[in-house]
Every structure is written in C-alpha cells, then in structure tokens.
C-alpha cells in the first residue's frame, strides 16, 4: 500500500486528466479524478445504437509508447490488455480530381504514390522528412514533455525555434519541398488533426510527420473505446476515485493556493493539488474567482483564436464498402479559401473537405454482420460564429451524405441507418469546451510554449493543467505530455518542500 502525500483531485477524465491521475496515483498520491459525464475518456466517448459502434472522438493512434508507460508505472504491460494494430494505409486521400492517394507505412510505398502524381517530389518528400526529423528531435524530444512555466525557458529556446523556422507555417515548410498541388494539400493537412489551419499553425507541428514515421500509426482494436475501458480498469486497479456525472463549478482558492473544488450541487473536494483536465479557458472563465480569470496569460480573449469547430456524423450503412480505407481523407475542391471561410471569415461554405472513419475496415466489431459503422468529420467554424445549428445541422447531413453517395459511397442514401450527428453546440454542452472549438485555442506559434496555458498557474503555486489547451497541445501525444509535464513541476515542488523541511 503507498504511503499517501496528499490529495489531488482530477477535474476532467479525458487522456490527459487520466494520465495525470495515473501518474500521481503511481507517485503515492490519494487522488480522485473527476467529470461531468458518465464514463471516463472525454472527446473519447463511444455510442453504441442499433448494433452499430462509434467512437466519438480520437481514432488514430500514434506515439504508442505514451499508453505504454502508464501501464509500466504499475508494472503492468498495455499490450496484455489492448492491441494497437498497424494500419496500411495509414490514409487515403480522395481528391475532388476522383484521383486517390494512399500514405503508408513504408516510405518506399509511400513514394510509389507520390510518383503517380509527381516523380519530382519524390526527393522534395525526403527533404521533407529530414526536416520533420531535426524539428521533431527539438519539438518533441527536448519540449513536449518540459514545462513552459517561465519567460527564461522560452527564452533559452529561442535560437532553436528560429532555427527550426518555427514562425512559419506548416504549409509554409511542405510547400518548399512539395510541388504538386494535390500532395501539397496531403502533406500539410496535419495542423487539422490538433485544431489548426496549416497556413497559420506554426511548423513545429511539422514534426508529426516524423512522428508517424518512428512508431507508426495505429488502431486500438475494439475501438478507443476499448483503449479507454482498460484504463478506467488500470486507474481502478491502482486505487484512483473515480467520481462521475459531477460537475464542477468553482476551484476554490485560500492565499493564492488551490483548497478544493465544489461542484454544480454544492459537496467540496479538499485537496492539496488540483490538477484541471477540463479546458483552460473555461476553467478561468467560469471556475476561477474574476481576480484571478485575467492574470493567467498574456493573449487577451478577444485575440485569442480558437480551434475550428467539428460536425461529426455517425452512422451505419446495410451493406459494406470494402474499397473504403480505415482512414480516409475526402478532400473537396478548395483548400486554402475554405480553411480561410472556416477559420478566419467564421462562414459556413456550400463546399465541405471530410474526414472519414471506417472502423469496419479493421475491426468487424463496430457493426452487425455485412454491415459498416463509419463517423465523418467536417471542421466547422466555432462558435464565434453566427451559425443556428439546429437549422444548419440537419441540411449539413444531408449535403454530406449526397456528397458521399456521389462519389465514394454511391447509393449511400438507400442504405444508410440511424445518422446522427454533434455539432459545435455539443463540444460546449458535453465537454464545457469554450466556443465549441473541437481542440481548445488553435496551436499558433503565439499560443505555443511559454505562449500558450501554462502546465502550472503563474499565481497558483498547487494548480496544474494537463489538457489540450495548456503546453504543449491537442491531440492524443500532446495530451499525454501534457500530464508527464505536470508530473514533472509536481517533482519539482516536492523537491522544493523537501529542501524548505530540512
Ligand atoms: C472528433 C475528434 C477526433 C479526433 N481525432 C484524433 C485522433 O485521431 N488522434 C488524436 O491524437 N487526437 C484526436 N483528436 C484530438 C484529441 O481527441 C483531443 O485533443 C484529446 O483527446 C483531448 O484530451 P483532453 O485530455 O484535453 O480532454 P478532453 O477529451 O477534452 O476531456 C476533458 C473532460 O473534462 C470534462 N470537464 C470539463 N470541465 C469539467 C468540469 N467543470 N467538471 C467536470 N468535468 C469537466 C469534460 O466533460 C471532458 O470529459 C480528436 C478530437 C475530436 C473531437
């Protein structure tokens, strides 16, 4: 049994609140994780209705051996309880041209495609790779998972940033090398994976594509789902409160020091640390005293940007698309101008780029025999835009379904069972997400680092963030970090405890 320093509590159970719960737990904490909703896993929820399967949210997984680490905390090995199992290809792109493009695992393979559309491309992609590589060993591996905390941190950082031309933009670094329009688009798409416009999210996040290439990119058999299921067992086995269907309404502060947390019906959690999972500009927003809401950052809200929005249609389909890849990216005729209507003119555009997920493709698990379970993603503008979705969301369904059983799905409409869909509107009502952004504030290089929401309050000594809108970012890998950096400024504070004891 450990010997127990402290309480901390947990608001929020999605990955990150999960793995800083884990970690402080395997540190000989008494901790108690927290959230509104009933089962644990955040943006990570699963559906099930009428036979068919959907995760809700995350579905490729990358960097397996942030998953893997929690387990060992305990002693216990990941893959004894769920399979991440290769996927190839890792995506195929469907572009408007009726053109595909398949992104597997094996560069060999993966310049096999480029050549299809461009032979001269096929160095430009290696000069890509290399420079995802020296951005990567920076970017990820000295950055990810230290704090931000302090100005001097950043400032000690900044020679490498410049070096790695970080105040460019993702697309700004795939087009130098990248010449054919259509790969152009496939090789910078990532930033849309963690919330970001490719022609203003900062390069650093070029790094992801050397990240797919050194372990890989995979599917947890039995869904997300199932990925989330084990850890609720792991954060049970470990001795971990889990507290569910609780909402938290304040963090309550005595002396710049975190006391406890309330919730919406009035019972009070003491504790020695909190650790918030839930957005961070929420948490300030809405949970804070107004004395400390403005003192956390720099970037006042009215220049803050936030993530896109997501629409999110789930359904079945009566037979099976077999030609459908596990990951499929539909790309619709514009590019640049409809990543400008959603992120910056905040319009709904009559055109749409999709993200497709066929689970069936992989795991026969997600729908009844001879049938496919599939979720489509549509970034959106975010709230801050003038959208009614309760009118736009049904029209929205039915224009992608069209779209669909246009090209890649045909007669999508006579076989199609029990759509439905979530909307930015959601986002805010399920997981208290501000303006419904699908990935908290977009990761532009002002809102990256020392920039972005610190893993620990500047003013709060015993308050921590480990979520997508605190350093170093959204997306699974980021949130993972994001907990090891506020194991990290706990170690630090007990040290520091320790040398004031003795
Ligand atoms: C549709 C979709 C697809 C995605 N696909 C991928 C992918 O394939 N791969 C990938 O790596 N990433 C993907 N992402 C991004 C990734 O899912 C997220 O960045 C990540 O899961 C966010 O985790 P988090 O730890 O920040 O917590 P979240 O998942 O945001 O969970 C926070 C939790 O805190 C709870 N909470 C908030 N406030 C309170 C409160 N006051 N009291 C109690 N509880 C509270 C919320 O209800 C929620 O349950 C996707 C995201 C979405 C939405």
New binding site residues.
């Given amino acids: 049994m450990l010997t127990s320093k402290g309480r901390v509590v947990v608001?929020?159970?999605?990955?990150?609140?999960i793995a800083a719960a884990l970690r402080m737990r395997a540190r000989g904490y008494d901790v108690t994780l927290?959230?509104?909703?009933a089962k644990i896993?955040?943006?990570?929820q699963v559906f099930k209705r009428g036979g068919f399967k959907h995760d809700?949210?995350?579905?490729?997984?990358?960097a397996p051996f942030l998953f893997d680490e929690l387990f060992s905390l305990f002693g216990e090995k990941r893959e004894d309880y769920v399979e991440f199992r290769s996927l190839d290809p890792w995506y195929r792109f469907y572009f408007h041209t009726g053109e595909q493009f398949d992104y597997r695992p094996s560069v060999e393979d993966t310049n096999a495609e480029i050549r299809r559309f461009s032979a001269d491309d096929v160095a430009g992609y290696a000069r890509l790779l290399r420079t995802s590589k020296a951005i990567f060993e920076i970017g990820f591996e000295k950055l990810a998972d230290k704090p931000f905390s302090k100005f001097t941190a950043m400032l000690a950082q900044i020679p490498s940033l410049l070096k790695l031309q970080s105040y460019l933009s993702v697309a700004g670094i795939v087009n130098r090398y990248i010449k054919h329009p259509l790969l152009r688009q496939a090789f910078s798409i990532h930033p849309l994976?963690?919330g970001g416009n490719p022609f203003s999210t900062t390069s650093i996040y070029a790094l992801i594509h050397y990240l797919e290439r050194r372990w890989g990119v995979f599917f947890a058999m039995g869904g997300t789902g199932h990925l989330v299921a084990e850890l609720d067992a792991l954060l049970r086995r470990s001795g971990v409160n889990i507290i569910l269907k609780?909402?938290?309404?304040s963090i309550d502060i005595k002396n710049d020091q975190a006391v406890g947390v309330t919730t919406t019906d009035g019972t009070y959690f003491p504790a020695d640390r909190v650790i918030c999972?839930?957005?961070p500009p929420?948490?300030y927003k809405q949970?804070m005293p107004a004395a400390h809401a403005t003192r956390k950052r720099l970037m006042p809200e009215s220049l803050t940007q936030y993530s896109m929005g997501?629409y999110?249609l789930f359904f079945g389909t009566k037979k099976t698309y077999d030609d459908i890849a596990h990951h499929t990216i539909w790309m619709g005729p514009r590019y640049k101008e409809l990543l400008a209507d959603i992120f910056n003119r905040k319009i709904l555009a009559d055109d749409f780029s999709l993200y497709l997920h066929r689970p069936t493709a992989t795991d026969k698990s997600f729908a009844p025999d001879g049938c496919d379970s599939f979720y489509v993603?549509c970034p959106v503008p975010n709230l801050r835009a003038d959208i009614d979705w309760t009118e736009t969301g049904p029209l929205l369904q039915q224009r992608i379904i069209d779209a669909l059983s246009d090209t890649i799905l045909p007669n999508l409409n006579e076989v199609i069972v029990d759509p439905f869909y979530m909307t930015p509107e959601d986002?805010k009502k399920?997981?208290?997400?501000m303006h419904g952004a699908?990935?908290?504030i977009a990761p532009i290089f002002l809102q990256s680092a020392w920039f972005r929401f610190h893993n620990r309050d500047p003013h709060i000594s015993n308050l921590y963030f480990?979520?997508?809108g605190a350093h170093p970012g959204?997306?699974?890998?980021?949130?993972l970090c994001s907990a090891k950096v506020v194991e990290n400024l706990i170690i630090e504070d007990e040290e520091k405890l320790a040398i004031t004891a003795a």
């Fill in positions: 608001i929020g159970a999605g990955f990150g609140g927290l959230d509104r909703l896993g955040g943006r990570a809700a949210g995350p579905t490729v997984i990358t994976l963690v609780t909402d938290i309404a999972n839930g957005d929420t948490v949970m997501l999110v993603l986002f399920d997981y208290r997400s699908g990935f908290s480990a979520a997508a959204a997306g699974i890998p980021g949130v």
